[in-house]
């Protein structure tokens, strides 16, 4: 019983003082926050550009942060519509 007392507690108080966004933002390449850090504020989706490594580690490398997820036909500007400061395949 003290445990459940305690967990409920910890989690009011985290949820209260702490920032829930950065616990379900995802991280790009850089290892920021999207929409979370001052840097990609506006920018918060991520999109893994490159699924070639066998690696699960390697293609979350390739994540860049952009204001709307891609489409079809999308043609995408570094600084517009994705922040990264790796060199990344534009359309």
Known sequence: MATIVVMTWASV??????????????INGNHEFCGSDKVVKDFPKMYLFDMSP???????????????????????????????????KEA
């Open 54 to 88: 066998h690696d699960i580690v390697g293609i979350f490398k390739s994540g860049v942060c952009v204001k709307v997820c891609p489409m079809k036909g999308n043609i995408f500007k570094k600084d517009a519509d994705f922040y990264s400061t790796k060199v990344v």
């Open 13 to 26: 108080w985290g949820y209260q003082h702490g920032d829930v966004n950065r616990l379900t933002a995802p």
